[in-house]
């Protein structure tokens, strides 16, 4: 079993930085394709970035966003930049066996976190 905490939202203006984490238990990250997604009110879950054999981003947060993750501290980040408005959302941090593909489909993932809220005011 793999357990993930997220951690680091909070309540920022537009054009400020977060970080987010995503604490892994049960098994090594360096094993998995980590994935991060968002959900706003009255939407769907969407792909905002994966990392594992292949890092890549969903182009509303190409160049802000960047993901990367720590093997020995077993934890995953999201650091954000320039944030806008409508990147609030909750943010969930997920995980899946790594594969050479890219992987945007959150069904894809099997082992999620509880979401961690990010609020940008304008």
């Known amino acids: 079993q793999v357990q993930l905490v997220e951690s680091g939202g909070g309540l920022v203006q537009a054009g400020g930085s977060l970080r987010l984490s995503c604490a892994a238990s049960?098994?090594?990250?360096?094993?998995?394709?980590m994935g991060w997604f968002r959900q706003a009110p009255g939407k769907e879950r969407e792909f905002v970035a994966t990392?594992?054999?292949?890092?890549w981003y969903a182009d509303s947060v190409k160049g802000r966003f960047t993901a990367s993750r720590d093997n020995a501290r077993n934890t995953v980040y999201l650091q954000m930049n320039s944030l806008k408005p409508e990147d609030t959302a909750v943010y969930y941090c997920?995980?899946?066996?790594?594969?050479?593909?890219?992987?945007?489909?959150?069904?894809?993932?099997?082992?999620w976190g509880q979401g961690t809220q990010v609020t940008v005011s304008s």
């Open positions: 990392s594992g054999v292949i890092t």
């Open positions: 049960g098994r090594s990250v360096s094993s998995w394709t």
């Open positions: 997920a995980a899946k066996a790594k594969t050479l593909g890219v992987d945007t489909d959150s069904r894809e993932y099997d082992y």
